[in-house]
């Protein structure tokens, strides 16, 4: 989907014990920029987590990606967390 011509995107980090929804930056029509704040980060588990995107798309019709599952390490910065 081309970022770009979609709205009202939010996007969904779940793991046992853990949901959060963040609202995210539009970089490009293929790149978008989720902050997830120190707070929450520090709760994530380092196990897998589920991801997923929900949106409107120009027609008007609420759409959401396909559940990813992926490593809580691939989320982090390389260089770490730190309080902001």
Excluded: C, W
Aim: overall charge negative; glycine content about 4%.
């Amino acid at each position: 989907v081309d970022l770009t011509t979609i709205s009202n995107i939010e996007f969904y980090v779940k793991q046992p014990g853990f949901f959060r929804q963040y609202s995210p930056e539009v970089l490009s029509a293929d790149v978008m920029l989720v902050h997830i704040p120190f707070e929450d980060a520090m709760e994530l588990r380092s196990s897998d987590a589920m991801l997923q995107f929900a949106y409107t798309d120009s027609n008007g019709v609420p759409r959401a990606t396909e559940i990813k599952k992926i490593p809580v390490s691939a989320l982090l910065k390389e260089a770490g967390y730190a309080p902001v």
